[in-house]
C-alpha cells in the first residue's frame, strides 16, 4: 500500500472513498459514535473502525473513549489544508482560463 506522507496527501486519500466522505458529513452534523457511523452502511464494527481509523490518520476525525463506545468528532480545522490547496487549484485554472484566449 503507497504510504501518503503529507497531512493534505492523506486526507486526499481518506476523501478517495464515498464511505468516508458520508461519514464526514454526517460527523458534519455532530459527534457519533462508531456503532451510530456503522449503522446506516449495515456495516460491522470492525469496518467502521477501519474507516474511521483511517480518517484519524488524515487528523480529519477526533475519536475518544467514553465508557464503552468510542465519541468521534470533527478535527478542528480538519480542511484548512485541502482548502488551501483548493484555493490554489482555483488559481492556477484561473491562468489556464486566461491564457486560452491568448492563442
Known amino acids: 500500500m ?7 496527501d492523506r486526507a486526499f486519500a ?7 466522505r ?3 458529513e454526517r460527523l458534519g452534523a455532530g ?6 457511523l456503522a449503522e446506516p452502511f449495515g456495516m460491522s464494527l ?4 477501519k474507516h474511521v481509523l483511517v480518517l484519524e490518520e488524515a ?5 475518544e473513549k467514553v465508557g464503552r463506545a468510542r465519541k468521534c468528532v470533527l478535527a478542528p480545522y ?11 487549484l482555483d488559481r492556477f485554472a ?8 491568448a492563442r
Open 2 to 8: 503507497v504510504q501518503f506522507k503529507t497531512p493534505v
Open 14 to 20: 481518506a476523501l478517495a472513498d464515498p464511505t468516508r
Open 22 to 24: 458520508a461519514v464526514l
Open 31 to 36: 459527534h457519533a459514535t462508531i456503532s451510530e
Open 46 to 49: 470492525t469496518g467502521m473502525k
Open 59 to 63: 487528523n480529519l476525525v477526533i475519536t
Open 78 to 88: 480538519a480542511f484548512e489544508g485541502i482548502s488551501m490547496w483548493l484555493q490554489r
Open 94 to 101: 484561473q491562468v489556464v482560463q486566461r491564457t486560452k484566449g
